[in-house]
């Protein structure tokens, strides 16, 4: 597919709106939050690879905007297997039916590792888990021309390393110290 100019800019514009959305996502507190904000995410890039002729990438937009809210909706400690399970053969299916070569498996298997990551309970394992996928995305967008798409991803994972810290628990031993200076 022939990109113009405006296309491409405009491309990079969505992708601008992604990249924010994407930044803040590692930084919300709350589980819910994430998933909102992936919503986002995705309907910028959905915009952002359709403009850009990549076609794996588009299809995996609506599919994860899909999880993103059904996700979001299941009760957090006691939810069936089955939409897990559902969204995963999903993710393949598209995968295959919009087959561009060797650059859809880098999509397919990058919204695998993301789907097992929006699956967690734990927002501290959703920051682990988002660090895998992150490659394969920055790989699928320098090849697919979506340049704040491979910057949103770097974004992503120093964003994920800083939530990681920020949030992460003190070992009690720390936390009994810090309580016991307060006290004083």
Request: with cysteine; net charge positive; charged share 10%.
């Amino acid at each position: 597919m022939h990109i113009t100019t405006t296309q491409f800019i405009i491309a990079q514009v969505f992708g601008l709106v992604a990249l924010v959305a994407n930044v803040l996502i590692c930084q919300a507190e709350k589980r819910k939050q994430m998933l909102g904000l992936q919503l986002i995410v995705n309907l910028a890039y959905l915009m952002n690879y359709v403009l850009l002729g990549a076609l794996t990438g588009a299809a995996m937009c609506i599919v994860c905007s899909f999880r993103a809210i059904i996700f979001g909706k299941l009760d957090k400690e006691n939810r069936p297997t089955w939409p897990f399970v559902v969204m995963l053969v999903v993710v393949i299916a598209t995968g295959i039916i919009t087959w561009q070569g060797i650059i859809s498996l880098l999509a397919t298997v990058g919204v695998v590792m993301t789907t097992i990551t929006y699956w967690q309970r734990d927002p501290q394992s959703v920051r682990k888990f988002s660090l895998i996928s992150s490659p394969l995305w920055m790989l699928y967008n320098l090849f697919s021309l979506s340049i704040t798409g491979f910057l949103t991803e770097l974004l992503a994972t120093l964003s994920a390393l800083v939530g990681f810290a920020r949030f992460r628990k003190k070992p009690r031993a720390a936390k009994l110290a810090v309580e016991s200076e307060t006290a004083l």
